[in-house]
């Protein structure tokens, strides 16, 4: 199978993202099968740590496609990163601004162009203290009901203990297993035709967060809970189902 091009700035890129996947923990990447070889891909990840972009990465760029990010748009604003996130193809998200819908139509748009569009969902790293997929934001839910595109849920376990953004702690030794894992599309075909409101759009990110929360449960062998964390201030955590 032919590899997708990525272009200069994505092979610029990759050599950074490999070492410092290989620097940081045994990977252990499963279920690429389940990313078609051609073709819009919708891949839908939990978020544990500032190290699951660069596993994300190295996972799609080793089922030998490029990975395009859905990303906080400050990054653009960093030197050097901002021209590689530029050239690389890369989405900014301009969260709770006149914005916002540029960028899902950015990613809505590379979908449709055929390319692997990588969500997470939660808009931050979980502040769930046992590591579980938060209550998450609605886009998602809308990119994947506007395009034909596969969505694929998709887990990262083992980067929070390397590195956890709230204690700042980064722990390289003793070498862990980080483990990502790809699962079976998730069938929308019920929600396709219907009109799209805010409880279509609640339903659908549920259901997708749900399969990554299932599927963290089966990477971790644990019992996941029912409900999603909300974070610092909210009501306890909200039904997922």
Known sequence: MAREKGGFWVGFAVPFFYSIGLLTGRRRYQGRDHLPATG?????????????PIHTGVFVHTSRRVPRFLAKHS??????????LVGAGQIPVFRDTADAQ??????????????VVIIYPEGTITRDPDGWPMRSRT????MALVSDAPVIPMVHWGTRE????????????????IVVRAGEPVDLTAYRGRPVDSALLREV????MGRVRDLLAEVRGETAPAEFHRGPGGPGRESGR
């Open 162 to 177: 390397v590195y956890n953004h709230y204690d700042k702690k980064f722990r390289p030794f003793p070498r862990r297993d």
């Open 75 to 84: 990054l653009w604003k960093v030197p050097v990163l901002g021209r590689v």
């Open 40 to 52: 819009g891909v919708l891949l839908v990840g939990n978020h544990v740590s500032h190290l699951d």
């Open 205 to 208: 990110t549920d259901l997708i």
């Open 102 to 115: 540029q960028s899902l139509a950015a990613g809505t748009q590379a979908l449709a162009d055929g390319k």
């Open 139 to 142: 886009g998602v839910a809308r």
